[in-house]
């Protein structure tokens, strides 16, 4: 878990002091830079950000241009922190790039359903209306922090004394965390109906730093390519 010691070393500038300090990954799972230089550098608990370098945003933009007129998008993000002076409002940079790539968000699928829909974390397990996207674009995955899985890890033992160690790893129980949030959000597309016993056809476009998320993934979707 990252800390506030980890976080001093990461800013500090001293020779060495930063070296062991675990990456600190953006929504992208890239790692984070902080500035130095400043207490309030140092103890702001947000990594700095940019809004359009990011290369990953890039190609979603590229990847929901060159899907079929004919298929609708559910894209995943982050709603935006209005509190936070330096958040980047994620929904919003996304609509001005797809519409400077010359996609037009107002366009409407046969049936008169918008083509493109971005959905906020929170609705990933709450709507069913937009079941007939056939494509999923996930701009960001939602984590919860080590402490909180950690506590509910042991909330389920019912022993505050329990080892977990000696049970299961806190990246085993990320990874199953990640992998549960992303199949919800998966099942808002068109993979949440069956025909003859089977899942509609979906595509889903994912960037993750952990490759053993699609192990997972694997398992409860049974034949996905």
């Known amino acids: 878990a990252w800390t506030m010691a980890d976080k001093a070393r990461a800013t500090s500038g001293i020779p060495g002091f930063s070296?062991?300090?675990?990456?600190?990954?953006?929504i992208f799972g890239e790692?984070?830079?902080y500035k130095g230089g400043s207490l309030v550098g140092i103890m702001s608990p947000?990594?700095?950000t940019t809004e359009t370098?990011?290369?990953?945003?890039?190609?979603?933009?590229?990847?929901?241009?060159?899907?079929?007129?004919?298929?609708?998008?559910?894209?995943?993000t982050f709603k935006h922190r209005e509190r936070r002076k330096d958040a980047v409002?994620?929904?919003?940079?996304?609509?001005r790039d797809l519409e400077q790539a010359g996609v037009d968000l107002s366009a409407t699928t046969q049936n008169g359903k918008p083509r493109v829909v971005i959905l906020t974390w929170g609705n990933h397990t709450s709507?069913?209306?937009?079941?007939?996207?056939?494509?999923v674009?996930?701009?960001?995955?939602?984590?919860r922090s080590d402490e909180d899985l950690t506590g509910a890890a042991i909330g389920q033992r019912d022993d505050l004394l329990v080892d977990l160690g000696g049970l299961v790893s806190i990246e085993e129980i990320k990874r199953g965390e990640i992998a549960n949030i992303l199949y919800q959000a998966m099942s808002r597309g068109s993979s949440r109906f069956t025909d003859n016993g089977k899942a509609r056809?979906?595509?889903?476009?994912l960037v993750h730093h952990d490759p053993k998320i699609k192990e997972v993934l694997n398992r409860v979707m049974p034949g996905a390519v």
Request: glycine letters at 4%; a negative charge.
């Open 19 to 26: 070296e062991d300090a675990p990456p600190r990954r953006d």
């Open 31 to 33: 790692p984070m830079q």
């Open 46 to 48: 947000f990594p700095d």
């Open 53 to 76: 370098t990011d290369p990953v945003l890039r190609e979603i933009v590229s990847v929901i241009k060159n899907i079929p007129q004919d298929e609708a998008v559910i894209i995943f």
């Open 89 to 95: 409002d994620i929904p919003t940079v996304l609509r």
């Open 127 to 135: 709507l069913s209306e937009y079941a007939y996207g056939q494509n």
């Open 137 to 143: 674009v996930f701009a960001g995955v939602m984590h």
């Open 201 to 205: 056809p979906m595509k889903v476009w």
